[in-house]
């Protein structure tokens, strides 16, 4: 079978896959905002209290906040609290592969 042809049966199996496209859609979205991003950034090296992203972001924590719910409700991150600290994680090993990716491409940062 020539390439040409697998190629394109590869793009119909995608575009078949509505749900598939519909999360990634969400996900890009929630996450194209810079100070997003950092929190993505930060987070893709493990769990982190908020405090400590407020920390390393450099902004005020409401905004922080702001910006981990969304992510939270968009189900990028996950939330574990422990007495009166609470800690973020990236939910999904795909969000982290896509970090792990725009990090090398954007910033030189050598691949996990």
Do not use: W
């Not at 078949?16 to 999360?23: A, D, N, W, Y």
């Not at 991003?37 to 390393?56: H, P, R, W």
């Not at 906040?65 to 939330?79: C, E, F, G, N, V």
């Amino acid at each position: 079978m020539p390439a040409a042809r697998k190629v394109g049966e590869d793009i119909f199996d995608l575009i078949g896959r509505t749900e598939e496209i519909e999360q990634a859609s969400l996900a890009m979205k929630a996450i194209a905002h810079p100070l997003r991003l950092k929190i993505l950034c930060l987070l893709s090296g493990g769990e982190v209290a908020v405090q400590e992203i407020v920390d390393a972001v450099g902004t005020s924590q409401s905004n922080i906040s702001q910006h981990l719910a969304i992510l939270r409700d968009k189900k990028i991150l996950k939330t574990r609290k422990d007495s009166n600290k609470v800690f973020y994680r990236i939910a999904d090993e795909r969000t982290l592969s896509l970090v792990a990716l725009m990090r090398q491409v954007f910033c030189g940062v050598p691949g996990r």
